[in-house]
């Protein structure tokens, strides 16, 4: 599984980090929505269409204005 992009919220500490990851793995792709940094929980997605995992992520995007990408 290879990752492509990551998003996070530009907010420090465990209870109000949240990072959304995208990776591929062949032709399926996943969203991973994390709450809590590196020990906190994730929620997964499993998409067959890149197009559908990223408007996943768009969706999840919403949910705060201060996102950022991380290259």
């Not at 793995?25 to 996943?30: A, E, H, I, L, Q």
């Not at 929505?33 to 768009?58: I, K, M, T, Y």
């Amino acid at each position: 599984m290879e990752r492509r992009k990551h998003w996070w919220n530009g907010t420090w500490g465990r209870l109000v980090r949240r990072d959304l990851y995208l990776y591929e793995d062949g032709n399926k792709w996943t969203v991973e929505a994390r709450l809590g940094g590196a020990e906190g929980r994730s929620r997964w997605f499993e998409f067959d269409r890149e197009d559908d995992a990223l408007e996943c992520v768009r969706g999840l995007l919403t949910e705060s204005s201060d996102w950022r990408e991380i290259h």
